[in-house]
């Protein structure tokens, strides 16, 4: 009878708890958007939230077509948190200029990643290392053109075998080990660039993030750090990146004085990250951070240049003109100068509109709000909630573009042609119609280098090669598929390509291009 009691009692303790949390949580102010994806019956409101999972790009359409297209935000939800969509270019405007103490992208960006258990708590939040690498890859761009020129073409050459017949490439994997390459060859330099055992592990370790990172935030938390450390691995990638770059840092640190200028260093990843990491940082740490760049920069890019290879093969009345253009623009400034990068218009129009339709990331411009606040179009964010733009839709807006299902590489040129306008509409710029880069004080640091790493190997790849989708098939591009945000190219339909004809050596040795005739 006690023990009966005294389980009562429990009970009651228990419930009443309960109860408070329940007021306590359906008294907190939601947001007003419209919730998108819910099919009628309570299973509907239950499966809705992993409709995300399954096809997150039929629901941000459903949203724009019910509410995005009117201006309207809406909501959709997630297995892990509700996100607000907003469409509206005023809305997008002022989301552009909030201050970071009402919404903010790092400490989204470290939940993105799962970085408490796939590098260390709050990485990204606290990201010194971000304002020193946008400042020197920014001014080290024409320095750093010879080497990304070499690495494309040597790891093109070295990664595929096409000859005079048509031949099947996954561009894919190609555009990944090219990537991965080029970005470590400005990152952490010879030998290390060409090391396979540390670039195969980058990679991997890269994608283990992502994979972990999408389990991690769907699980309870006591289920989190099992998940982390015996199913995803991720320690043995680490392992091996440690043992190929933490002698790096290490000797860096012994022979060089940190913070020292740059022009007496070696100016890499390596020493932008020690340049600003406090004193006595540990090995492993600096390692991460670098970790993170390769994060950040050899999936976006590599998944941005196959989509470029897809379209190039898929509308191939682009590959002569933007040919003539590039080798027009090499021989006029003498081969690969960032003044010869910035001659090539269509180019950059091409890969503009290859990522209007193909943007890496479906949505973009997360922010977490950190401080409760109501848009100016009435729509109320509570504190906690993350808000973005649906890119992905948006760049199929017909408000903002004419014909915006069609593909049109030259698009973005002809813009540029008309008065005013010169420097208007690159690759590299965002603005609140094209957001593939994000916008505003966080928008991504390495689109100058990665638009012009892409540039390099579109045009080494074009002016060597002729692209066509498998069989020969003419605008057919088979449509894209999505994991999670990510979009990408869809392999079921592949891609061959056949050495141009009268071409023995590469277009981006200077000297060699007047000898080519289309
Ligand atoms: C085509 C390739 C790339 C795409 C599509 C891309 C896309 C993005 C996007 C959408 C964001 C968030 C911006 C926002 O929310 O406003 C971002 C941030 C970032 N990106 Fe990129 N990126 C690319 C290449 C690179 C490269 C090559 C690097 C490094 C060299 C890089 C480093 C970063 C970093 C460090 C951030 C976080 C910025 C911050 O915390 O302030 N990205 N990127």
């Given at each position: ?128 290392h971000?304002d020193l690498m946008r400042k020197n890859m920014t001014e080290k761009l024409s320095s750093l ?41 400005i990152f952490v330099g ?58 790096l840092f290490?000797?860096r640190q012994?022979t060089e004085m940190p913070h020292t200028s740059s022009a007496t260093t070696t100016s890499d990843a390596i020493q932008w990250i020690l340049d600003a990491a ?241």
């Amino acid at each position: 009878m006690e023990l009966l009691k005294e389980n009562l009692k429990l009970l009651q303790a228990v419930s009443s708890i309960l109860f408070v949390l329940i007021i306590y949580c359906s008294s907190k102010k939601k947001s007003n958007a419209p919730l998108v994806g819910v099919e009628p019956g309570i299973l509907g409101y239950l499966k809705a939230p992993y409709r995300w999972k399954q096809d997150p790009m039929s629901l941000l359409k459903e949203g724009a077509e019910k509410y995005g297209k009117y201006g309207k935000a809406f909501r959709i939800t997630t297995p892990s948190r509700d996100m607000i969509v907003f469409s509206n270019q005023e809305v997008l405007e002022e989301l552009k200029t909030l201050p970071a103490s009402v919404a903010t992208f790092r400490p989204a960006g470290d939940t993105m990643i799962r970085s408490e258990y796939n590098f260390h708590e709050g990485i990204i939040q606290d990201a010194y290392h971000v304002d020193l690498m946008r400042k020197n890859m920014t001014e080290k761009l024409s320095s750093l053109l010879p080497d990304v020129v070499g690495e494309v073409t040597d790891a093109f050459e070295e990664l595929t075998d096409v000859k005079n017949e048509w031949t099947n490439v996954n561009v894919l994997d190609t555009s990944v080990g090219v990537i991965a390459r080029v970005t470590s060859r400005i990152f952490v330099g010879l030998p290390t660039c060409r090391n396979q055992e540390y670039l195969n592990h980058m990679i991997q370790f890269s994608l283990n993030v992502m994979k972990s990172a999408t389990v991690i935030d769907v699980l309870p938390w006591f289920l989190r750090w099992i998940v982390a450390s015996f199913f995803l691995k991720k320690k043995d990638s680490q392992d091996i990146i440690v043992k190929h770059v933490g002698g790096l840092f290490e000797t860096r640190q012994k022979t060089e004085m940190p913070h020292t200028s740059s022009a007496t260093t070696t100016s890499d990843a390596i020493q932008w990250i020690l340049d600003a990491a406090p004193p006595g940082t540990p090995t492993l740490k600096l390692v991460q951070r670098l970790m993170v760049f390769n994060f950040a920069s050899v999936h976006t890019s590599s998944i941005t240049l196959a989509h470029a290879l897809y379209d190039l093969a898929a509308n191939p009345e682009f590959q002569d003109p933007l040919c003539i253009e590039i080798e027009e623009g090499l021989r006029t400034e003498g081969g690969w100068t960032k003044q010869a990068l910035t001659k090539m218009k269509k180019l950059d129009s091409f890969l503009r509109e290859s990522s209007r339709m193909n943007g890496v990331n479906i949505v973009t411009v997360v922010r977490k709000v950190i401080t409760s606040h109501t848009f100016i179009d009435g729509t109320y964010a509570p504190k906690g909630v993350w808000v973005c733009a649906p890119a992905a839709t948006l760049h199929l807006s017909s408000e903002l573009y004419e014909n915006p299902e069609i593909f049109d590489g030259f698009r973005f040129y002809r813009m540029r042609q008309l008065e005013g306008n010169a420097h208007n509409y690159q690759m590299a710029s965002p603005s609140l119609g094209y957001l593939p880069f994000g916008i505003g004080k966080f928008a991504c640091p390495g689109r100058f280098f990665a638009t012009n790493e892409l540039k390099i190997a579109v045009a080494y790849i074009l002016c060597n090669y002729r692209l066509r989708l498998n069989g020969g098939v003419c605008g057919k591009k088979p449509p894209n598929l999505f994991s999670g945000i990510v979009c990408m190219p869809n392999p079921t339909v592949g891609i061959e390509l056949k050495k141009r004809e009268g071409r023995e050596k590469s277009v981006l040795f200077p000297g060699h291009v007047t000898s080519y005739s289309l």
